[in-house]
């Protein structure tokens, strides 16, 4: 065997190095990322360290789901993708519920997380925290990825942006290997190595058939209807959108998050004569929503006997006749299909028959007169219409704080009872229904914006995320939260059907003060009993511009199961004990 040669080539003096933990930091920075939300643990701990030493603003959270979820919102809010970063498996894994929620919901998101030797992973042979996070992040999210090598991070990160940011938005999960970071190159091979993803969503313009097509839909409609989802709102293409439905002159419905892309109070505005236009309208035109459960699949008995014809505007083809025939796909994203449609609909665009938009206005202003005194009441213990009643109007005074919402009743009554004024304020628990996005999401809010937030909780939901309010207190973040303290889940009022000492499953501990959570941490606590209380502590905490939480005490008995949608909820055939 020939002796092995001494290395004769390299003379040359080595240039500085750079590591994975600079490399990674670098290529988000060059991509614009500047918040990351994260837990610290082995082996990211040095890497949260070294994002804050860098400029980022790196906020840590109590929980990696929250942190999760306040990802996932930042990249809806911003159209950038929101990143999370956490430890090995189960900081991973506690990551994962947010990464697949921000996929649902389509808001990009990179869940980042570290993880452990993949030689002892591969061959189980029990490193710390092992698992093997690749293989179950994949079928969670929209596209996962591994990065081995301390080049190849430039490439895994603009993979991982674009990948969550083009066509439909979602979650992406990047694995980063503890080695990695410590891995080392030349500073200058690192520096050019870095990849700047331009255009990472890039327009997808409609086809001219397709939009011609709308328009002869659009066009033959007696009873159109416009519905604008979460889609619409992401896109950012408020001033299109607006004049698209003005310019149409048809009624138009906001799903949940999309209140307030118009304002609520606007006169085309169905949102208060919704099983109206559902039922009557024979032309609807979706713009960002899905035809899925929140829709009743665009079926049944909430849409009436006649059939409709559909015109779908999504970036996803694979959206169109996912639940019924669409007459007239139009697939792109919603700004250049919005201008298409304008474009396309001239200057002599006619409204729709009068009957069908005087029909509508009726309907509506019927059922809001109908509402008014209920939301006047002065009720002790407030009802939920006493409560919001004084909410709504605290959040018209205030048009660019951010409303997060969650629970049942807590989140039905107020999503029908306050209006939004302006896009992307409301923030809920989208299209799984998820308890736990509270504080994550009034975080994110908070930093992303710089805008106030208000937080409208069930004590349930609140209890999800509610340790999270320590981390509100200690980034001294505007948010205040007004638990709706029934004490329990829908009701407080169930007993234990067997008559033993356990309380029902449904009920909490009574005359509970979560206001007394947030002055552990330093921030301001109330209490408030009635709509009057309601307003002076709500009203005291948002000037104030801190932490605070309001204890609100609502009648036990108020609410109703599973607020709005109880009907979902599967009947036994045997009766019950
Ligand atoms: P909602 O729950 O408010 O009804 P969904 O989450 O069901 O809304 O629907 C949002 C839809 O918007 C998704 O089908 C998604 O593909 C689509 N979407 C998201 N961003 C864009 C965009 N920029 N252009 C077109 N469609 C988009
Ligand atoms: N777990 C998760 C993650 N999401 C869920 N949606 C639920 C459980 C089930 N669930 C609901 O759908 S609403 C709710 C739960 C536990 C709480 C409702 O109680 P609340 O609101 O106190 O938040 P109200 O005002 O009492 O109805
Ligand atoms: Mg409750």
């Given at each position: 065997?020939?002796?092995?040669?001494p290395?004769?080539e390299?003379?040359?003096?080595?240039g500085?190095?750079?590591?994975?933990f600079?490399?990674?930091?670098?290529a988000?920075?060059?991509?614009e990322?500047?918040n990351?939300?994260?837990?610290?643990?082995i082996?990211?701990?040095d890497?949260g360290r070294m994002?804050?030493?860098?400029?980022?603003?790196?906020?840590s959270?109590r929980?990696?789901?929250h942190?999760?979820?306040?990802?996932?919102?930042?990249?809806?809010?911003?159209?950038?993708p929101?990143?999370?970063?956490?430890?090995?498996?189960?900081?991973?894994?506690?990551?994962?519920?947010?990464?697949?929620?921000?996929?649902?919901?389509?808001?990009?998101?990179?869940?980042?997380?570290?993880?452990?030797?993949r030689?002892?992973?591969?061959l189980?042979?029990?490193?710390?925290?092992?698992?093997?996070?690749?293989?179950?992040?994949?079928?969670?999210?929209?596209a996962?990825?591994?990065?081995?090598?301390?080049?190849?991070i430039?490439?895994?990160?603009?993979?991982?942006?674009?990948?969550?940011?083009?066509?439909?938005?979602?979650?992406?999960?990047l694995d980063?290997?503890?080695?990695?970071?410590?891995?080392?190159?030349?500073?200058?091979?690192?520096?050019?190595?870095?990849?700047?993803?331009?255009?990472?969503?890039?327009?997808?313009?409609?086809?001219?058939?397709?939009?011609t097509r709308a328009?002869?839909?659009?066009?033959?409609?007696?009873?159109?209807?416009?519905i604008?989802?979460?889609?619409?709102?992401?896109?950012?293409?408020?001033?299109?959108?607006?004049?698209?439905?003005?310019?149409?002159?048809m009624?138009?419905?906001?799903?949940?998050?999309?209140?307030?892309?118009?304002?609520?109070d606007?006169?085309?505005s169905?949102?208060?004569?919704r099983?109206?236009?559902?039922?009557e309208?024979?032309?609807?035109m979706?713009?960002?929503?899905?035809?899925?459960?929140?829709?009743?699949?665009?079926?049944?008995?909430q849409?009436g006997?006649?059939?409709?014809?559909?015109?779908h505007i999504d970036?996803?083809?694979k959206?169109?006749d996912?639940?019924?025939?669409?007459?007239?796909?139009?697939?792109?994203?919603?700004?250049?299909?919005?201008h298409?449609?304008?474009?396309g609909?001239?200057d002599?665009?006619?409204?729709?028959?009068?009957?069908?938009?005087?029909?509508?206005?009726?309907?509506?202003?019927?059922?809001?007169e109908?509402?008014?005194p209920?939301l006047?009441?002065?009720?002790?213990?407030?009802?939920?219409?006493?409560?919001?009643?004084?909410?709504?109007?605290?959040?018209?005074?205030?048009?660019?704080?951010?409303?997060?919402?969650?629970?049942?009743?807590?989140?039905?009554?107020?999503?029908?009872?306050?209006d939004?004024?302006?896009?992307r304020?409301?923030?809920d628990?989208?299209?799984?229904g998820?308890?736990?996005?509270?504080?994550?999401?009034a975080?994110?809010?908070?930093?992303?914006?710089?805008?106030?937030?208000?937080?409208?909780?069930?004590?349930?939901?609140?209890?999800?995320?509610?340790?999270e309010?320590?981390t509100?207190?200690?980034?001294?973040?505007?948010?205040c939260?007004?638990?709706?303290?029934?004490?329990?889940?829908?009701?407080?009022?169930?007993?234990?059907?067997s008559?033993?000492?356990?309380?029902?499953?449904?009920?909490?501990?009574?005359d509970?003060?979560?206001?007394k959570?947030?002055?552990a941490?330093?921030?301001?606590?109330?209490?408030?009993?009635?709509?009057?209380?309601?307003?002076?502590?709500?009203?005291?905490a948002?000037?104030?511009?801190?932490?605070?939480?309001?204890?609100?005490?609502?009648d036990e008995?108020?609410?109703?199961?599973?607020?709005?949608?109880?009907?979902?909820?599967?009947?036994?055939?045997?009766?019950?004990?």
């Amino acid at each position: 065997m020939p002796d092995i040669a001494p290395d004769t080539e390299t003379h040359e003096e080595a240039g500085p190095l750079t590591d994975g933990f600079h490399l990674l930091i670098d290529a988000l920075k060059l991509n614009e990322v500047e918040n990351v939300y994260m837990v610290p643990g082995i082996p990211v701990t040095d890497l949260g360290r070294m994002m804050q030493s860098e400029g980022m603003r790196v906020l840590s959270f109590r929980h990696e789901q929250h942190a999760g979820y306040a990802a996932a919102i930042a990249g809806y809010l911003t159209k950038k993708p929101g990143v999370c970063l956490t430890v090995s498996a189960p900081g991973f894994l506690n990551g994962l519920t947010a990464l697949a929620h921000a996929t649902t919901n389509c808001y990009p998101m990179i869940l980042m997380s570290g993880s452990s030797e993949r030689e002892i992973i591969d061959l189980m042979q029990g490193d710390y925290e092992e698992m093997d996070q690749l293989a179950i992040a994949k079928p969670l999210c929209k596209a996962a990825f591994r990065i081995n090598h301390a080049e190849d991070i430039g490439i895994g990160v603009a993979r991982a942006i674009r990948a969550a940011l083009s066509g439909r938005p979602g979650g992406v999960y990047l694995d980063i290997p503890g080695a990695l970071l410590g891995q080392t190159m030349d500073a200058a091979a690192g520096e050019k190595s870095l990849v700047k993803v331009i255009d990472p969503a890039p327009a997808q313009l409609p086809g001219p058939n397709a939009v011609t097509r709308a328009l002869n839909v659009l066009k033959n409609a007696e009873r159109p209807l416009i519905i604008l989802g979460k889609g619409a709102a992401y896109a950012q293409a408020d001033d299109a959108i607006k004049a698209l439905v003005e310019k149409s002159g048809m009624p138009y419905l906001p799903m949940s998050m999309a209140k307030g892309l118009l304002p609520d109070d606007h006169p085309q505005s169905a949102g208060a004569a919704r099983s109206l236009v559902l039922k009557e309208s024979d032309t609807v035109m979706l713009i960002g929503a899905r035809l899925n459960w929140l829709l009743s699949h665009g079926k049944g008995k909430q849409w009436g006997s006649e059939p409709k014809k559909f015109i779908h505007i999504d970036i996803e083809p694979k959206e169109m006749d996912s639940n019924i025939e669409i007459a007239a796909p139009l697939v792109g994203d919603i700004g250049s299909c919005v201008h298409a449609l304008l474009d396309g609909m001239g200057d002599d665009w006619a409204h729709p028959p009068a009957s069908w938009v005087d029909a509508v206005k009726t309907k509506r202003d019927t059922n809001v007169e109908r509402m008014a005194p209920k939301l006047q009441n002065n009720n002790v213990p407030m009802d939920y219409h006493g409560a919001l009643g004084v909410l709504k109007g605290i959040v018209a005074d205030r048009p660019d704080a951010i409303l997060v919402n969650e629970g049942a009743n807590t989140l039905d009554f107020a999503r029908s009872i306050i209006d939004m004024h302006k896009p992307r304020k409301r923030l809920d628990v989208g299209t799984w229904g998820v308890m736990g996005i509270g504080m994550g999401q009034a975080i994110a809010a908070a930093v992303e914006t710089d805008n106030p937030v208000l937080c409208i909780e069930g004590d349930s939901a609140f209890g999800f995320s509610g340790m999270e309010i320590e981390t509100i207190c200690r980034y001294k973040l505007p948010v205040c939260v007004v638990v709706f303290n029934n004490s329990g889940i829908y009701r407080g009022t169930d007993v234990n059907p067997s008559g033993g000492d356990d309380v029902a499953t449904t009920v909490f501990v009574k005359d509970a003060r979560y206001d007394k959570m947030m002055e552990a941490f330093g921030g301001l606590g109330f209490i408030a009993t009635s709509p009057d209380e309601l307003k002076r502590a709500v009203n005291e905490a948002m000037d104030a511009g801190r932490p605070a939480l309001v204890n609100a005490v609502i009648d036990e008995q108020a609410g109703t199961e599973s607020g709005r949608i109880g009907n979902l909820n599967p009947q036994s055939v045997v009766a019950q004990k």
